[in-house]
């Protein structure tokens, strides 16, 4: 009897730390339903399947276009989504066009609210699919002298 008992001490106490260990990973995770940050782009057909498109994406090169931006976002899909408004959206707002600095502050805010009322949805300065749809992206390869939509 006293062998087992120290492997089921043992037991236990591999349960607590495997549990504990694992803390962390379940405190972090995104709630049901909760939007995922873009934090990488990827190319992606356009509607037609005729040609590639560039747009932020959950890490780069996944395809996975399920994501939104907001302010205090930093990353590379910021940068593509500041290309795309400059290139593809810039009639939208006024000049000085925006820095590509992967920063989602207040102008990329207002660029974003902007271009999502010239395209009549809903207006909230968050990037996110219903905007990712409707507005215009550079064509890979174009320098953005064309843009194309993509779903």
């Given at each position: 009897?006293?062998?087992?008992?120290?492997?089921?001490?043992?037991?236990a106490a591999l349960a607590i730390a495997s549990g504990i260990a694992m803390l962390p990973a379940l405190t972090s995770a995104a709630p049901a339903g909760a939007a995922?940050?873009?934090?990488?782009?990827?190319?992606?057909?356009?509607?037609?399947?005729?040609?590639?498109?560039?747009?932020?994406?959950?890490?780069?090169g996944t395809g996975?276009?399920?994501?939104?931006?907001?302010?205090?976002?930093?990353?590379?899909?910021?940068s593509r989504l500041q290309i795309a408004l400059n290139q593809c959206d810039s009639h939208?707002?006024?000049?000085p066009l925006l820095a590509v600095d992967g920063d989602?502050?207040?102008l990329t805010q207002d660029a974003v609210a902007g271009t999502?009322?010239?395209?009549?949805?809903?207006?909230?300065?968050?990037?996110?699919?219903?905007?990712?749809?409707t507005m215009a992206w550079p064509v890979a390869g174009s320098s953005g002298g064309i843009c194309a939509f993509v779903n």
């Open positions: 009897m006293k062998r087992i008992r120290p492997l089921l001490t043992a037991a995922v940050s873009c934090t990488g782009t990827s190319l992606v057909p356009d509607t037609g399947g005729l040609v590639q498109v560039r747009v932020p994406t959950v890490g780069n996975n276009v399920n994501c939104q931006l907001g302010l205090g976002n930093q990353s590379v899909a910021v939208e707002f006024d000049p989602y502050g207040q999502q009322a010239s395209l009549h949805i809903s207006v909230d300065g968050i990037y996110g699919p219903q905007t990712r749809r």
